[in-house]
């Protein structure tokens, strides 16, 4: 199992839209191309505010490269994006991590 780590750091005042995004369309989005999510969370605390982390699950790298190729081919996102950034960008980065449990981990 993989699990990837997604990191989006919002632009200020734009992280109520980029959860809009997610609520509205991408979580529909990612179980039509076969994302597993693990959860979804926003920083509370930290040096990074405003920003968005999520968990994905992944039984292999080409699993995930094949979701992911899908999912930003889909003219589905291509609308829901547009949309979303009429007033602007959401996000002024983003970070994608590579995850692998150790022997220990409750999660395998």
Same mark, same amino acid.
């Given at each position: 199992? *993989?699990?990837?780590?997604?990191?989006?750091?919002?632009?200020?005042?734009?992280? +109520?839209?980029?959860?809009?995004?997610?609520?509205?369309?991408?979580? #529909?989005?990612?179980?039509?191309?076969?994302? #597993?999510?693990?959860?979804?969370?926003?920083?509370?605390?930290?040096?990074? #505010?405003?920003?968005?982390? *999520?968990?994905?699950?992944?039984?292999?790298?080409?699993?995930?490269?094949?979701?992911?190729?899908?999912?930003?081919?889909? +003219?589905?996102?291509?609308?829901?994006?547009?949309?979303?950034?009429?007033?602007?960008?959401?996000?002024?980065?983003?970070?994608?991590?590579?995850?692998?449990?150790?022997?220990?981990? +409750?999660?395998?």
């Amino acid at each position: 199992m *993989y699990v990837e780590r997604c990191t989006y750091h919002c632009l200020p005042d734009r992280l +109520p839209a980029l959860l809009d995004r997610f609520r509205n369309d991408t979580l #529909r989005l990612f179980e039509k191309h076969d994302f #597993r999510p693990l959860g979804f969370f926003v920083t509370e605390f930290g040096q990074n #505010r405003p920003e968005l982390v *999520y968990l994905l699950a992944w039984d292999s790298l080409d699993q995930r490269m094949a979701a992911w190729q899908a999912f930003r081919a889909d +003219p589905e996102w291509t609308v829901a994006r547009k949309k979303s950034e009429e007033d602007g960008f959401l996000v002024d980065a983003m970070s994608n991590d590579i995850l692998i449990p150790t022997d220990f981990s +409750p999660i395998r």
